[in-house]
C-alpha cells in the first residue's frame, strides 16, 4: 500500500499522472488512483487513496520527486 505524507508534498499532482499513465497509457489525472486536493494556492490539504490498486510497480513512488510517497505494508 502507498502512503502519503502531506507535510513533504508539493501538490504537483506527478503522482497522479504517472499512476494514469499505468492504468490508461495516457497523463490524465481523472484516471488516477490517487486523488491530491489542492488549495487556491496549490497547496495540498488531502487526499485520497480509495480506488488505488496497489499495483507491483508503485510508479507513483518512483515519479515523487519530493519522496512525499512511500510504500508499506
Known amino acids: 500500500m ?3 505524507n502531506l507535510d513533504a508534498c508539493s501538490g504537483c499532482k506527478r503522482c497522479m ?4 499513465f499505468y ?8 484516471f ?7 488549495d487556491l494556492g496549490h497547496r495540498p490539504v488531502s ?7 496497489d499495483c ?3 510508479y507513483c ?4 520527486t519530493l519522496r512525499a510517497l512511500e510504500v508499506y505494508s
Open 23 to 30: 492504468r490508461t497509457g495516457g497523463f490524465n489525472t481523472r
Open 32 to 38: 488516477s488512483s490517487i486523488k491530491i486536493y489542492t
Open 47 to 53: 487526499f485520497s487513496l480509495d480506488a488505488c490498486t
Open 61 to 64: 513512488v518512483e515519479f515523487c
Open 56 to 58: 507491483k510497480e508503485h
Open 17 to 20: 499522472l504517472a499512476c494514469s
Open 2 to 4: 502507498v502512503k502519503v
